[in-house]
């Protein structure tokens, strides 16, 4: 009897055992309270970038103003010119340079305009001169002149006051970026070191580097931009001057100005010149319109590419797609920043992501660029 029960015994413990030993060990995971802390602040920076994404874009594009605006600071510190100076002039000659284009063009505007709504029924009767009676054209056009819209005054003081501010909303957006980037200008430096305090030695250096490789980016940037405007005032005084449209130079001016802005700039600036070529005659208008969209699409498909592609050394293709994306995630801000953020890539690749890349890829890259555009001045 006890053999027995002892058997049983050895035997239930054995056959015990091993389902003991394959039982699954007890997995703790210990999450410290600091990282809930960074998760809810991330989420919170998130929330805020979020709501705050046209004004971020806004400081960005002042950094741009900032940026260039220093090189030419130090340019005269390097002519030995006290920084303080230097400063004060460039910052001088920026509010001169743009209250002489406000004071210049507004005026202008206003009073022709005020001329060119004075001859409406004038130049009503011109256009419908020259399209045939009865024809589909005409009767659409007659309709548009004598829509509510046109012939309304209630109706036309709405479209004033929308239109106006939007204005309003775009010269406040403008006085913002003006003032954010001359104060960067003067303090920036101060800002800078006391964001590089946050960091370790060595991301400090990183940081250094990177923000020089970006500088000229931007640089590179501001003066293809302004290579453009240039370009596009001087074509369009040209234009206007031999079809003897009234307020040429103000006209050429406005176009260079609100060259900027792709596409919107192109409208904002061809629908005046347009209106005042039509009362010249309807087709001095149809010809002021057709050679300006002449000239907007050797822009877009030649010149930008150009220009932005040998100083970005940025491909003709990632030239639009980045001003299309750029348009979609942020409108005309998007728009602006778009090329010197995706020709900071570079930069960041050499310094930040080489050691996570497989070996040789970021110089491959950059043998790339070389070949293309040329090897990169330093």
């Given at each position: 009897?006890?053999y027995?029960?002892?058997?049983?015994?050895k035997?239930d413990?054995?056959s015990m055992e091993?389902?003991?030993a394959?039982?699954?060990?007890?997995?703790?995971?210990h999450?410290?309270?600091?990282t809930?802390?960074?998760i809810?602040?991330?989420?919170?920076?998130?929330?805020?970038?979020?709501?705050?994404g046209?004004?971020?874009?806004?400081?960005?594009?002042?950094?741009?103003?900032?940026?260039?605006l220093?090189?030419f600071v130090?340019?005269?510190?390097?002519?030995?010119m006290?920084?303080?100076?230097?400063?004060?002039?460039?910052?001088t000659?920026?509010?001169?340079a743009?209250?002489?284009?406000?004071?210049?063009i507004i005026?202008?505007?206003?009073v022709?305009?005020?001329?060119?709504?004075h001859?409406?029924?004038?130049?009503?009767?011109?256009?419908?001169?020259?399209?045939?009676e009865?024809?589909?054209?005409?009767?659409t056009?007659?309709?548009m002149?004598?829509?509510?819209?046109?012939?309304?005054?209630d109706?036309?003081i709405?479209?004033?006051?929308?239109?106006?501010?939007?204005?309003?909303?775009?010269?406040?957006?403008?006085?913002?970026?003006?003032v954010?980037?001359?104060?960067?200008?003067?303090?920036g430096g101060?800002?800078?070191?006391?964001?590089?305090?946050?960091?370790?030695?060595?991301?400090r250096?990183?940081?250094?580097?990177?923000?020089?490789?970006?500088?000229?980016?931007?640089?590179?940037?501001?003066?293809?931009?302004?290579?453009t405007s240039?370009?596009?005032?001087?074509y369009?005084?040209?234009?206007?001057?031999?079809l003897?449209?009234p307020g040429a130079?103000t006209?050429?001016?406005l176009?260079g100005?609100?060259?900027?802005?792709?596409?919107?700039g192109?409208l904002?600036?061809?629908v005046?010149a347009v209106l005042?070529a039509?009362?010249v005659?309807?087709q001095?208008?149809?010809?002021?319109?057709?050679?300006?969209?002449l000239?907007?699409?050797?822009?877009?498909?030649?010149?930008v590419?150009?220009?932005y592609g040998?100083r970005l050394?940025l491909?003709?293709l990632t030239v639009l797609?980045?001003?299309?994306?750029g348009?979609?995630?942020g409108g005309?801000?998007?728009v602006?920043?778009?090329?010197p953020?995706?020709a900071?890539?570079e930069?960041i690749e050499?310094?930040w992501?080489t050691?996570f890349?497989?070996?040789g890829?970021a110089e491959?890259?950059?043998m790339q660029?070389?070949?293309?555009?040329?090897?990169?001045?330093s």
């Amino acid at each position: 009897m006890d053999y027995s029960t002892n058997a049983t015994q050895k035997i239930d413990s054995a056959s015990m055992e091993p389902e003991a030993a394959q039982a699954p060990a007890r997995l703790e995971l210990h999450i410290p309270w600091i990282t809930f802390v960074k998760i809810f602040v991330a989420i919170l920076i998130g929330c805020a970038l979020y709501i705050l994404g046209r004004l971020a874009l806004l400081v960005f594009l002042a950094l741009f103003l900032a940026v260039t605006l220093d090189a030419f600071v130090g340019w005269l510190n390097e002519r030995g010119m006290k920084p303080k100076l230097s400063r004060f002039l460039v910052i001088t000659s920026v509010v001169i340079a743009v209250s002489l284009c406000i004071a210049l063009i507004i005026p202008v505007l206003i009073v022709q305009i005020d001329s060119f709504s004075h001859s409406l029924p004038q130049l009503r009767e011109a256009t419908l001169k020259y399209l045939p009676e009865g024809g589909t054209i005409r009767q659409t056009v007659e309709r548009m002149l004598d829509s509510r819209s046109t012939a309304d005054p209630d109706a036309s003081i709405d479209h004033v006051v929308a239109a106006g501010s939007t204005v309003f909303g775009g010269i406040s957006q403008t006085i913002f970026f003006l003032v954010v980037g001359l104060y960067l200008l003067v303090d920036g430096g101060k800002v800078y070191a006391w964001f590089l305090a946050f960091f370790s030695p060595l991301n400090r250096r990183k940081i250094r580097d990177t923000s020089e490789e970006i500088s000229k980016v931007i640089f590179g940037y501001v003066a293809g931009q302004i290579i453009t405007s240039v370009l596009v005032s001087i074509y369009s005084f040209a234009v206007l001057s031999w079809l003897h449209v009234p307020g040429a130079l103000t006209l050429a001016i406005l176009a260079g100005v609100f060259d900027v802005l792709p596409v919107l700039g192109f409208l904002i600036s061809t629908v005046p010149a347009v209106l005042l070529a039509m009362s010249v005659s309807p087709q001095t208008g149809l010809t002021v319109l057709g050679l300006y969209v002449l000239f907007q699409a050797i822009e877009t498909y030649f010149i930008v590419p150009k220009v932005y592609g040998q100083r970005l050394r940025l491909s003709t293709l990632t030239v639009l797609l980045g001003l299309s994306a750029g348009a979609l995630l942020g409108g005309i801000p998007g728009v602006l920043a778009a090329l010197p953020v995706i020709a900071s890539y570079e930069a960041i690749e050499k310094i930040w992501l080489t050691r996570f890349l497989r070996e040789g890829v970021a110089e491959k890259h950059e043998m790339q660029k070389d070949e293309e555009f040329g090897e990169k001045k330093s």
